[in-house]
């Protein structure tokens, strides 16, 4: 086992660490309830609302923590538990997919290119396997190989873009639940510690394609 590899186990055991504090934080703050009572639902339509923007709130149809927001439908869709939740989590993540509605409104850059890349990075994340052992088992010649790099790179490249997006939906989240009243002084904490452990995951997400990326370009080296 080379250094990249126990580089590559590092990481995934620390993205193991990261997913499993996400669930942890918000369910430490999915127990404090917002001074407001208010649900998630309600404080996305404020925020909403308040922003001007012409967004639709609906619940989401996946599990726990499936919130997303689609730029394609405007449509700031919310996990049900963070839709009626009156907790200082389920704001947080209201607040944040808002965030990237607001990002959307105002032509976000890493947004809009995210959106962009999104059909490409999908279909490259889901056939670079393919490739990459079609040239180990049949390849005479590297094409193959270079082929599933290429695709796996350009994943990799929509993970770097969405460090961010993520990190700036989460700053306007806080400013936003600061500036219109959502949360108290003393419930910003909590939603920082929230909006920054979802934060990492993409944060060891992407470090840990960098060095996917590197032990591929590796195996490549030694087939030259």
Request: no cysteine.
């Amino acid at each position: 086992m080379d250094g990249l590899y126990l580089l590559l186990l590092l990481i995934l055991f620390v993205s193991m660490w990261a997913s499993s504090n996400v669930q942890k934080s918000f369910n430490k703050y999915a127990r404090v309830p917002n001074d407001r009572g208010i649900s998630g639902a309600e404080a996305a339509r404020l925020l909403v609302q308040r922003n001007n923007l012409n967004v639709t709130v609906a619940r989401s149809q996946g599990g726990s923590l499936s919130d997303h927001y689609d730029p394609r439908s405007k449509t700031v869709r919310l996990s049900p538990e963070v839709y009626d939740g009156r907790s200082v989590s389920a704001l947080s993540v209201a607040s944040h997919e808002v965030g990237h509605a607001i990002q959307h409104a105002y032509g976000y850059k890493p947004l809009d290119f995210r959106t962009s890349l999104f059909p490409l990075a999908s279909f490259a994340s889901q056939s670079w396997t393919i490739f990459f052992f079609m040239g180990i088992l049949f390849g005479s010649t590297n094409f193959f190989i270079n082929l599933a790099i290429g695709l796996f790179a350009l994943g990799l490249l929509f993970q770097l873009v969405t460090l961010p997006v993520e990190f700036d939906a989460s700053r306007r989240a806080l400013a936003q639940m600061s500036d219109q009243g959502l949360l108290g002084s003393s419930e910003i904490t909590g939603a920082r510690a929230v909006l920054k452990s979802a934060a990492l995951t993409y944060v060891m997400a992407a470090l840990m394609g960098v060095v996917q990326l590197l032990r591929l370009l590796s195996v490549r080296g030694r087939r030259d």
